[in-house]
């Protein structure tokens, strides 16, 4: 409501119409077919944004970029160790504003699907539970367990009421249409023995006892009660059955991409294959479908999963970890949804007749009062078909379904993408020094610096003739442990002469060690992402008489999923030193003196830490391990999103203003992971089908949001623990900077905004395909890089001419776009040429840059 307009209006109105805007509860039932709201069958594409991932300055951004991308719905998980980080205490601020997050959704006019859980898996540190629960004496998560059970009730109806008292549920006339207690412990069940049962009965029970006016859902839990809906998380779920011809068919998780690890590479679902999922899902009478993620975000501080998942957590969503929608998936799925929204009635109105096309193709008819519409599915991974169906000839590429929404013209393939797409860089910007950090020399940089002392700092916290279980230890209220003890060494050993050095091995549960020897780093290990324990073993120098060996015990994530998984251990095991004259000298039963966390961490250097020892330089020590590092910044110049460019340091944690960056390690993706130079589309996907980037850093730049920004005096602190470079740390702007389109002869020409059935053929004059072509906001296209009409070859960045090609191909596209933000160029014979190469199928491929 604008305020110029509620001026005018007297106050008694105003209060009925605020009345009238949100308080119309809606009843929200579902049959066989369909989510029912207020005896209305509907469809729902449903997009998840995870709300702490991001910030709530990009949340009305996000919001609305999905609903642009086609999406009614939006679905979240709940944090509860974000929200209640000690026992009894609560929090819902900044990143947590759980309520405010779905009011941005409730104004943009959209729906919400709560997913309280309140574990909730989602490569999330320890899946969503309180680490402090695990200490409640007599606890284990997810079974039938009192204390476990009193905790999960006390935090839902905690959110529950909530979201009742500030009136967001569908029946109180808010946004919130479906609910989830739990989260995929169907393929947990099994492993619970005699509490799994009574649990998930429970845990339904309560959930019902909480009167919110709408469904619940159970995802992957075949067994859930009669009152519950079952649902299918996947990366296909038109298959999928629910456990009730009552229920009906619910998609809570379709992967568009897929999560990273630090040392994994990129993994990547092609558009193609995400429509042709989500097509046929539909097609097979599908009614809810949500997107895992629509926008993945970041995992800041120390939230992600683990071990070992990044701090980002782009997820190849529709839109990037940035806030940006990612081209050309974004539009490819927004064009499919608008296709779907075409076919809403017949689909939730009459049955579906299916008809085999032959081997591998068929097509389901929704045909009743008037409307019919038509999917026809390809499922063949290898050859393009032609089907004949209605006396019409189709072209149906492999593994594809088209969209017929008169049972007549097609108006969207899922392998044709005629989505724009486009190349993203990360544009670098060194720091900039804040005019207030020092007025001597304002353009060279001055960093403070802090360096830990390796090993026992200040007082021991205690000391034991064994080891102990890192998690159980720091209780994960930081990332890091001292494992410290002494030994001593013979002055007549032979490495003391010039022979052959000892070595230290040390076997470690997880996730990763920094070992020192009086104060020097010796080398560092960690597990490989896939399998937790691992061995370290690497030279170390020793000296006659006493030497302090001081191991850094990491975690990197804690585990978020898995059965019992609470208990999974971490930290050392056993320590050895081999090569003396004694030889292999076992010393886990040495006196370890035991310390919890780093002094910087203690003393508040993540803040800016006024009570650290900070000592001031313009030429900051260069791989030193365990150092703090901390610089005074201008915010990056204009306004595109930033990634803080790690490349050039080793591994530790990093802040802005006190916020949590989180955990950087631009560790290499192993080359022993399958990676790819092309992806297929064709064919049924899994998440190791489509990697790059073997060799590179699985993680290079660090999302900080532009809102943790002040206009000058920005507190930028890092936190090195094996050594880097930071004079070479820089911001980086996130610019989409080139467009491209490439759109063939036989694409579908049908404009989508305004298809309406029975459109008389000849309404539509020109029914040529047409490629677009659109730059950011405020800037143009200021140069043609390609264009070839023809048989072009490449993808967007990479194009290059066929041997068939339309020399005016540069000009006509310059003509139409230079200068301009978008353009759409026909595929007509006034612009190209008639005859060029007769009997095969030509396209067009462009390439421009925005400025
Ligand atoms: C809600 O709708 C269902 C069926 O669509 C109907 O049986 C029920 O009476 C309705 N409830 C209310 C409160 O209107
Ligand atoms: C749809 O139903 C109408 C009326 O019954 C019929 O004429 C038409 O052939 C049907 N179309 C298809 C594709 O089955
Ligand atoms: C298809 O064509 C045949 C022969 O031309 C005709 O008999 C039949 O009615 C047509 N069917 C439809 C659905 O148009
Ligand atoms: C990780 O290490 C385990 C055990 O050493 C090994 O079996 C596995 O192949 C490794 N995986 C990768 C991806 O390097
Ligand atoms: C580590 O070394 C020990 C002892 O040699 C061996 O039993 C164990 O399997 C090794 N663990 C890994 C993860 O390689
Ligand atoms: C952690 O502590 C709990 C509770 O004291 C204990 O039951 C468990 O065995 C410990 N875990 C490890 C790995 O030491
Ligand atoms: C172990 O070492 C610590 C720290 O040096 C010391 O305080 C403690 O007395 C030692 N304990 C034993 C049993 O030697």
């Known amino acids: ?41 509907k469809l729902f594409i449903s997009a998840s944004i995870h709300y702490p991932r991001s910030v709530p300055g990009m949340w009305p951004g996000l919001v609305q970029t999905a609903k642009e991308g086609g999406a009614n719905t939006i679905e979240s998980y709940v944090f509860w160790n974000g929200h209640e980080p000690s026992q009894g205490s609560y929090y819902f601020e900044d990143r947590y504003d759980l309520v405010k997050f779905v009011k941005i959704v409730q104004n943009a006019g959209m729906y919400m699907i709560l997913r309280i859980g309140p574990f909730v898996a989602a490569e999330w540190s320890y899946g969503g539970v309180p680490v402090w629960l695990h200490y409640v004496p007599g606890t284990v998560f997810r079974t039938n367990n009192e204390p ?41 069940e099994q492993y619970y023995g005699d509490g799994a049962k009574p649990y998930v009965k429970w845990a339904a029970e309560m959930a019902i006892s909480q009167n919110i006016g709408v469904p619940w859902v159970m995802c992957q839990q075949p067994d859930a009660p009669e009152y519950i809906i079952d649902t299918c998380n996947s990366f296909y779920c038109d298959q999928f059955v629910p456990n009730s011809p009552k229920k009906p068919k619910i998609w809570t998780e379709n992967w568009p991409g897929w999560f990273k690890t630090f040392g994994g590479g990129d993994p990547h679902r092609p558009s ?35 071990p070992f998942i990044t701090t980002s957590y782009d997820y190849e969503a529709p839109i990037d970890e940035y806030g940006l929608p990612r081209f050309p998936k974004w539009g490819h799925l927004k064009e499919l949804h608008k296709s779907i929204m075409l076919c809403e009635h017949a689909l939730l109105n009459s049955e579906p007749t299916t008809l085999s096309l032959g081997p591998k193709a068929e097509v389901d008819v929704y045909n009743s009062s008037g409307s019919c519409v038509a999917f026809l599915a390809s499922i063949d991974d290898k050859e393009d078909k032609t089907v004949q169906w209605q006396n019409m000839s ?34 670098p910007e060194s720091l900039i020094p804040s005019a207030s950090s020092s007025d001597k020399d304002p353009k060279a940089l001055e960093w403070e610096i802090f360096t830990e002392k390796p090993g026992l700092w ?30 001593n060494v013979n002055e007549n050993e032979d490495f003391l002469k010039g022979g052959s050095q000892p070595f230290l091995l040390v076997e470690s549960k997880g996730h990763g060690l920094h070992a020192f020897v009086n104060q020097e780093l010796q080398g560092s290990g960690y597990g490989n992402g896939t399998t937790v324990p691992f061995n370290f073993s690497a030279p170390i120098s020793l000296k006659a008489g006493k030497n302090e060996i001081a191991i850094l015990s990491l975690t990197v994530g804690i585990q978020n999923a898995g059965p019992y998984y609470e208990w999974v251990p971490a930290g050392l095991t056993n320590v050895k030193i081999k090569g003396l004259k004694e030889g292999i000298l076992d010393i886990s039963g040495y006196n370890w003196t035991y310390k919890i966390g780093l002094e910087g961490e203690q003393l508040g250097a993540p803040d800016g830490g006024k009570s650290v020892n900070w000592v001031s330089t313009t030429e900051p020590p260069k791989n030193q391990p365990l150092t703090w590092y901390k610089a005074i910044v201008d915010p990056p110049t204009c306004d595109e999103p930033v990634g803080l460019d790690m490349i050039h340091m080793g591994k530790g944690l990093a802040w802005l203003n006190g916020q ?34 073997c060799g590179e850093p699985s993680q290079r730049w660090y999302h900080v949001p532009r809102s943790w920004f002040k206009p000058s005096g920005n507190v930028l602190v890092i936190l090195e623990e094996i050594g ?54 405020s800037t143009q296209i200021s140069a043609v890089n390609f264009a070839s009409f023809g048989n072009p070859v490449g993808s967007c960045g990479s194009y290059s001419l066929g041997d068939c090609h339309d020399p005016s191909s540069k000009s006509v596209v310059e003509k139409a776009c230079l200068n301009k933000n978008k353009c759409t160029i026909g595929l007509t014979e006034e612009n190209f040429r008639k005859n060029l190469c007769p009997g095969s199928t030509r396209k067009l491929a462009v390439e421009a840059v925005c400025r």
């Open 394 to 427: 189709y072209h149906l590429p492999a593994w594809s379904v088209s969209i017929l929404p008169d049972c007549k013209n097609v108006v969207f393939n899922t392998a044709k993408v005629s989505s724009p797409s486009s190349v993203v860089d990360m544009v």
């Open 724 to 777: 880097g470079d930071p004079t070479k740390v820089t911001f980086s702007k996130r610019k989409m900077s080139t467009v491209c389109s490439s759109i063939a002869e036989d694409y579908p020409s049908i404009d989508l905004e305004s298809w309406k059935p029975d459109m008389d053929d000849d309404s539509s004059q020109d029914k040529a395909p047409r490629a677009h072509l659109k730059c950011p906001d």
């Open 1 to 41: 409501m604008k305020l110029s307009l509620s001026r005018a209006i007297p106050i008694a109105a105003l209060v009925l119409f605020s009345l009238l805007a949100s308080c119309s509860a809606a009843n929200v039932t579902y049959d066989h077919r369909s989510l029912i709201i207020d005896g209305q069958r």
């Open 660 to 693: 949590p960056i989180g955990i950087y390690w631009p560790r290499l993706a192993s080359f022993d992971i399958p990676c790819v130079k092309e992806c297929e589309y064709r064919g049924t996907f899994k998440p190791d089908k489509c990697i790059t980037g």
């Open 458 to 487: 200040g007082k021991e916290d205690f000391s034991l003739n064994s080891f102990v279980d890192h998690i159980n230890t720091t209780k994960y209220t930081t990332d890091y442990l001292w494992y410290t003890t002494s030994i």
């Open 148 to 188: 476990f059970k009193y905790h999960m009730k006390k935090f839902v109806t905690f959110i529950v009421n909530l979201m009742k008292k500030e009136k967001l549920f569908a029946s109180q006339g808010g946004p919130i249409i479906l609910s989830q207690v739990e989260n995929e412990y169907g393929y947990n």
């Open 272 to 306: 193609e294959d995400v429509a042709f999922s989500v097509a046929r899902f539909f097609q097979k009478g599908g009614s809810v479908h949500n997107y895992y993620m629509y926008h993945g975000g970041t995992n800041f501080g120390r939230t992600n999963g683990g």
